[in-house]
């Protein structure tokens, strides 16, 4: 089964008619997809709890998906390739990622109107339809994002109940100052006297009870502590168990989105992107952070063919999802969590399969691939910051886990690291430190990820296959362990305590009181003298540098832990006095480069081998060079 109706609320000229390439103008297309489920089909069977949701007349599962689409206005003018951006907690990204629209107005990234919202109009100028759905039901529609309306999952015609745990936090993701705190699940009951409140200031701590009388349930959704008034800690890991109920069938959201893909490419009644006689040859998946690990789960579960054995999408691009999937088709999951070191490290998220390539798991002893050789499987592009190594495993895409050695990837699959970026890194990244140490990196991973995006298009429509993969690798020394890793030692710049260390899945709801005793053995990309990866994509700021780039930092409240997913950057000294001032012991820019156009020949120099291994575009080279001859780090 599949999308029975898709209602269209609205039509709209997109950034008032302008031209974009060959495909012209573009619009605006608003509304919303139906679809039913057959809990008895062979596709849905993967489908946690699908069996216990309500069943209409004939039997089927029903849901609705909001969906938003850019397209060509008129359609025949397109390239006939639909690109679907997984939406990050019902917000767009690709725009920002491929684009570089910048993410400080989230009211607009999410509701594109004007030519500015184009960004570059990389993506528009190529003619493609962009689409977006949402597959969270727990994501807001506040703001323009993308929701979803799922059953619950019912048992004697009641919502189902069960003991949870809900991990939360102030001051790291969350805001500075928590005074009450929102439930992930409506409470069972308010009367529940063997719900527990536990904190403890790190993950590798011990939990410390909160006596039941100094916090209370404020209603079905909320807690707080007492006396009213009394802020939660911030930095503090706190979790609360209690009986929750009305979880909704979260694994809907995979089905949800390979249907509407399908209907896309392959319904022409009522379909949207096929007016005018156009049609669709191609699709492409795009995720980032929790919409990538989406990706890989979708991939996972087998969701990349149709009901009628069709391909979804012809080529994944995943970016910064690591060794990662989503904690979305679990009771009671939670999907907008995503672990580190000192976030929510033991919810599920790492599980092998780790990547496409067959391997054998060390402790479950089982063998697979996230990939399986099917005819539906797509080509694959995965693309990884510095941070997924240090945060989230990403050397386990790569490696075998039973064997530590490098792992041997199907011909279909690509996978990359952007040396010295990360996780959140685009243009206008903050560079203030927040709740870190150092200052934050804003090193972009996008010039990498447009050229990349470019080869999986060529990959698709012409046959050529990308560059081959960048990864640290066992074999020639260029993946290692954390702390063989060595960094300079800079004045000021705090180090990292280690990796975040990735162990097979636990009770999420009961997990050891004494902390994981199993971990998979994962890599970090060995670093130069300067402090700055070696493996990987290079691109010129990593290539010709002015700084130290790396994908991790520490908490200020807490040093021996890594800063959640921000990178650090720490400038070179000028001239060889002031970093003799400091007792710097990396070159001076002075020494490096000795003047400004010596450092723009270098840039230019980088830019154009990556150009030549497609690894830039040539107008990325060109911006590259244009910043190097501005940067204030030289004096004229």
């Known amino acids: ?29 608003r509304g919303v997809a139906r679809g039913v489920l057959d809990p008895q089909a062979p596709e849905n069977a993967g489908i946690v709890d699908l069996d216990k949701a309500t069943r209409n007349k004939a039997g089927q599962v029903e849901y609705a998906t909001d969906f938003f689409i850019l397209r060509p206005a008129e359609p025949r003018r397109g390239s006939g390739m639909l690109v679907y ?8 990204r690709i725009l920002q990622l491929i684009d570089d629209v910048p993410a400080n107005d989230p009211i607009a990234v999410n509701d594109p109107k004007t030519a500015r919202d184009a960004g570059l109009g990389f993506l528009l100028g190529r003619g493609h339809s962009i689409v977006w759905s949402g597959w969270d039901p727990g994501a807001p529609r506040a703001n323009n994002g993308l929701g979803a309306d799922f059953p619950m999952a019912l048992e004697d015609g009641k919502p189902i109940t069960g003991r949870i745990r809900d991990e939360f936090q102030a ?44 916090w209370e349930f404020v209603d079905n959704r909320s807690i707080r502590l007492v006396p009213e008034g009394r802020a939660f800690e911030p930095f503090k890991i706190y979790e609360l168990w209690y009986e929750a109920t009305e979880p909704k069938v979260l694994g809907i959201g995979f089905a949800s989105v390979r249907d509407l893909v399908s209907f896309l490419r392959y319904e022409r009644n009522g379909n949207p992107l096929t007016a005018d006689d156009a049609e669709i040859r191609h699709a492409i998946g795009f995720g980032v952070s929790q919409s990538g690990r989406f990706l890989r789960h979708f991939l996972e579960l087998g969701m990349n063919r149709d009901s009628a054995g069709r391909r ?15 904690f979305a088709n679990h009771r009671f999951g939670m999907p907008g969590r995503t672990a580190t070191q000192h976030e929510d490290r033991l919810y599920p998220e ?6 496409n390539a067959a391997a054998t798991d060390p402790f479950s002893g089982k063998t697979g691939a996230i990939l399986n050789g099917e005819p539906s499987d797509p080509l694959v592009i995965e693309t990884n910051t510095a941070t997924e190594y240090w945060q989230k495993g990403a050397s386990l895409v790569h490696t075998d886990p039973s064997s530590a050695k490098d792992a041997e990837l199907p011909a279909n699959v690509r996978v990359y690291l952007i040396a010295g970026t990360q996780h959140a890194g685009r243009p206008g990244a903050d560079p203030r430190p927040g709740p870190c140490v150092n200052p934050r990196n804003p090193h972009s991973a996008t010039p990498a990820l447009r050229a990349l995006f470019h080869a999986l298009e060529e990959w698709l429509m012409k046959g050529v296959a990308p560059p081959p993969s960048r990864v640290p690798r066992l074999a020639d020394g260029t993946a290692v362990k954390a702390e063989a890793a060595r960094m300079p030692r800079v004045n000021g710049f705090a180090l990292a305590p280690g990796a975040n260390r990735i162990t097979p899945p636990v009770d999420w709801i009961d997990p050891p009181e004494d902390g994981q005793a199993r971990f998979y ?51 070179f000294a000028r001239s060889r006095a002031e970093r003799d001032a400091d007792d710097d012991p990396r070159p001076s820019l002075e020494e490096r480069y000795g003047s400004r156009d010596a450092y723009v020949a270098k840039v230019r120099e980088a830019a154009a081998a990556l150009v030549a291994e497609r690894l830039l575009l040539a107008a990325d080279a060109e911006a590259f060079v244009a910043a190097a001859r501005d940067s204030a780090e030289f004096a004229d």
Request: with cysteine; aromatic share 8%.
């Open 1 to 29: 089964m599949s999308i029975i109706e898709i209602n269209i609320a609205a039509v709209e000229p997109f950034a008032e008619g302008k031209a974009f390439g060959q495909a012209g103008g573009y619009v605006r297309v």
């Open 85 to 92: 951006d997984v939406t990050n907690r019902g917000s767009k």
């Open 171 to 214: 001051g790291t993701r969350g805001p500075a100052e928590l005074v009450v705190r929102r439930l992930s699940y409506p409470a069972a009951s308010l009367d529940q006297p063997a719900a527990r409140l536990a904190v403890r200031d790190r993950e590798s701590d011990r939990r410390r009870d909160i006596p039941r009388g100094e």
């Open 312 to 326: 979804v999408f012809d080529g994944v691009f995943s970016h910064v999802a690591g060794a990662g999937k989503v």
């Open 350 to 355: 790492n599980w092998f399969p780790f990547g």
């Open 521 to 571: 053995e994962s890599f970090v990309s060995a670093v130069d003298a300067d402090g700055n990866e070696i493996a990987g994509i290079r691109l010129p700021p990593i290539a010709a540098p002015l700084a130290t780039y790396t994908g991790w930092n520490v908490y200020r409240a807490a040093p021996g832990e890594l800063c959640d997913r921000d990178g650090s950057r720490i400038p």
